[in-house]
C-alpha cells in the first residue's frame, strides 16, 4: 500500500465511522473523550489476543452475516480504530517501507502487550506499526484484512451494537 492509496482508505474508514454514527457531535479536544478513543483502540487489541487463547488464528466468516472475524480480523480492526478517529496524525508518520517488512521477532504476546502500550498512550503510528509486524509474524496481509473488514463495516447499522461510544 502506498501513501496515497493508505491516505484514500483512512478517508474512506474516518467517513465511514461518521456515516454510521460514530463521531456526531463529539468533542476529540475533550481530554476524557480522547481517553475513551485511548482505550477503544486497546479493546480491540484485547479482542485479538482473546482469539489467541481461543485458538482463533485464521479469518472465518459468521454464518449468520458473513462478518469476517479471528485473530487477522482483530488485528485489522485495531487499525481501523486508529484511522477512524479524529485525533489521528498517522497520515505523516508512518514510513511505508517499514510496512510490509517482517523487521522485529517478538512472539504474538509481545506484540499484542506492545499493541495495547502505544494505544494507551496514544502513539498511534508505533500501534499501527507494531500491527503491520505482527501480521507478517502470524503469516497474513494487514491491509487486505483491514479492507475487508473495511468494506463488513459499511454494511453494519447506525451505531450497532446498542453501544454508546
Known amino acids: ?3 496515497k492509496e493508505f491516505c484514500e482508505l483512512q478517508k474512506d474508514i474516518y467517513d465511514t465511522a461518521v456515516t454510521k454514527g460514530w463521531w456526531d457531535n463529539r468533542n476529540i479536544e475533550d481530554p476524557y473523550m480522547q481517553l475513551q478513543v485511548r482505550l477503544l483502540n486497546a479493546s480491540e487489541v484485547f479482542e485479538a489476543f482473546e482469539c489467541m487463547r ?3 488464528m485464521e479469518v472465518t ?3 449468520s452475516d458473513g462478518k469476517p472475524e479471528g485473530f487477522p480480523t482483530e488485528i485489522a480492526d485495531v487499525v481501523i480504530r486508529i484511522l477512524d478517529s479524529k485525533t489521528n496524525p498517522v497520515r505523516s508518520e508512518i514510513d511505508f517501507s517499514l510496512l510490509g517488512d517482517p523487521w522485529r521477532s517478538y512472539e504474538m504476546l509481545d506484540y499484542i502487550s506492545e ?3 502505544a494505544c494507551m498512550n496514544g502513539h498511534n503510528f ?3 506499526s507494531l500491527c503491520a509486524e ?3 509474524r502470524a503469516g497474513f496481509n494487514l491491509w487486505d484484512v ?3 473488514k473495511h468494506e463488513f463495516n459499511k454494511t453494519r447499522p447506525f451505531m450497532h451494537g446498542g ?3
Request: proline residues 0%; charged residues 30%; aromatic residues 16%.
Open 1 to 3: 500500500m502506498n501513501y
Open 54 to 56: 481461543a485458538g482463533q
Open 61 to 63: 466468516y459468521r454464518e
Open 115 to 117: 499493541i495495547a502500550y
Open 126 to 128: 508505533k500501534a499501527i
Open 134 to 136: 505482527c501480521a507478517n
Open 146 to 148: 483491514v479492507k475487508e
Open 163 to 165: 453501544k454508546k461510544f
